[in-house]
């Protein structure tokens, strides 16, 4: 899905939707570019490593992410401001006691702008509805074997919240700047189908 | 567009309807009967039954971030799954949480 599909049928479909909306003067060419820049342009899984790295460094920016991501991603320049309306972000720590895994099973919500356009196996019905049912077998699918002594907390971004892990941060990083520290950060370790 | 109260405050217990309505609802089917935990109260949002449906003043509501133990929904497992649940999905549930699950009661399903 994220890659190249101007030829598909849903693009067909898409760019038909956009023609009957702008005929119907509902909304204009440039407001919609203007949308999908603000929305895309600069949706990347590096502004969630950043988030993560900071937080790993500074204890205070990680208690203001968590107790109000919204509040703090300002901080780094960031925010969920892409779309119409502000989105509420929620960010979820791992411990070394428990793991947070994100899903949306109603369809594919999703912090694009923080993580960039979402895998295609994230919109899968398979991923969808066994997430919440089994997480373990998922995870271990995705070659990660948690301990049995690690709870799971699964996020059913049903709503208009949207989420993202803070992963733990591995063992023997202490020398590395926080620039290297967001190199060890990937998309995956924000859903939670992965440790960093 | 008028806003509706916060019914519910994080520790409180709240049953799912078991109701699965004609229109549009973001009630995943999964939760529906289930008895959680109310975690946060995350802000108000427009009840997408109402703004899918073309209602002209949509409701307003308070969405909650509830907490349900994987044993309650699915019999087995031991991990938990929060859901974010808009407040006409909800009602109050009065019986605190027994030890064993499957005896829990779910009530005042039908308010």
């Given at each position: 899905?994220?890659?190249?599909?101007?030829?598909?049928?849903?693009?067909?479909?898409?760019?038909?939707?956009?023609?009957?909306?702008?005929?119907?003067?509902?909304?204009?060419?440039?407001?919609?570019?203007?949308?999908?820049?603000?929305?895309?342009?600069?949706?990347?899984?590096?502004?969630?490593?950043?988030?993560?790295?900071?937080?790993?460094?500074d204890a205070g920016f990680?208690?203001?992410?968590?107790?109000?991501?919204?509040?703090?991603?300002?901080?780094?320049?960031?925010?969920?401001?892409?779309?119409?309306?502000?989105?509420?972000?929620?960010?979820?720590?791992?411990?070394?006691?428990?793991?947070?895994?994100?899903?949306?099973?109603?369809?594919?919500?999703?912090?694009?702008?923080?993580?960039?356009?979402?895998?295609?196996?994230?919109?899968?019905?398979?991923?969808r509805s066994r997430a919440?049912?089994?997480?373990?077998?998922?995870?271990?699918?995705?070659?990660?074997?948690?301990?049995?002594?690690?709870?799971?907390?699964?996020?059913?971004?049903?709503?208009?919240?949207?989420?993202?892990?803070?992963?733990?941060?591995?063992?023997?990083?202490?020398?590395?700047?926080?620039?290297?520290?967001?190199?060890?950060?990937t998309r995956e370790g924000?859903?939670?189908?992965?440790?960093? | 567009?008028?806003?509706?109260?916060?019914?519910?405050?994080?520790?409180?217990?709240?049953?799912?309807?078991?109701?699965?309505?004609?229109?549009?609802?973001?009630?995943?089917?999964?939760?529906?009967?289930?008895?959680?935990?109310?975690?946060?109260?995350?802000?108000?949002?427009?009840?997408?039954?109402?703004?899918?449906?073309?209602?002209?003043?949509?409701?307003?509501?308070?969405?909650?971030?509830?907490?349900?133990?994987?044993?309650?929904?699915?019999?087995?497992?031991?991990?938990?799954?929060?859901?974010?649940?808009?407040?006409?999905?909800?009602?109050?549930?009065?019986?605190?949480?027994?030890?064993?699950?499957?005896?829990?009661?779910?009530?005042?399903?039908?308010?």
């Amino acid at each position: 899905m994220s890659d190249d599909h101007a030829s598909t049928p849903v693009a067909a479909r898409v760019r038909r939707l956009e023609e009957r909306l702008i005929a119907a003067g509902l909304v204009s060419d440039t407001e919609l570019d203007a949308i999908l820049d603000r929305f895309l342009g600069g949706a990347s899984p590096v502004n969630g490593a950043r988030i993560v790295a900071h937080a790993w460094t500074d204890a205070g920016f990680r208690d203001r992410l968590l107790a109000d991501a919204n509040d703090a991603l300002p901080e780094l320049d960031l925010s969920m401001r892409g779309g119409l309306r502000e989105q509420r972000l929620k960010v979820v720590a791992n411990t070394a006691a428990r793991h947070n895994l994100i899903v949306c099973t109603l369809c594919s919500c999703y912090p694009i702008g923080l993580l960039g356009p979402s895998p295609s196996w994230y919109k899968s019905e398979a991923y969808r509805s066994r997430a919440v049912r089994e997480p373990r077998g998922v995870l271990a699918e995705f070659g990660l074997d948690l301990p049995a002594d690690v709870d799971i907390t699964v996020w059913d971004a049903s709503a208009e919240s949207r989420y993202m892990v803070l992963p733990v941060r591995p063992a023997g990083t202490e020398g590395l700047t926080e620039e290297q520290l967001a190199g060890l950060v990937t998309r995956e370790g924000l859903i939670g189908t992965a440790v960093v | 567009m008028s806003e509706a109260a916060a019914r519910f405050v994080a520790g409180d217990r709240v049953a799912t309807q078991a109701v699965d309505p004609d229109h549009h609802n973001r009630l995943p089917r999964y939760a529906r009967g289930q008895v959680g935990e109310v975690v946060e109260v995350q802000g108000t949002w427009p009840l997408p039954d109402d703004v899918v449906r073309g209602v002209p003043a949509p409701r307003v509501e308070p969405v909650y971030t509830v907490r349900f133990a994987a044993r309650d929904l699915w019999g087995t497992g031991g991990h938990e799954v929060t859901v974010d649940l808009w407040q006409s999905y909800l009602i109050p549930a009065r019986h605190p949480p027994s030890t064993d699950a499957s005896l829990e009661p779910v009530e005042d399903l039908h308010e």
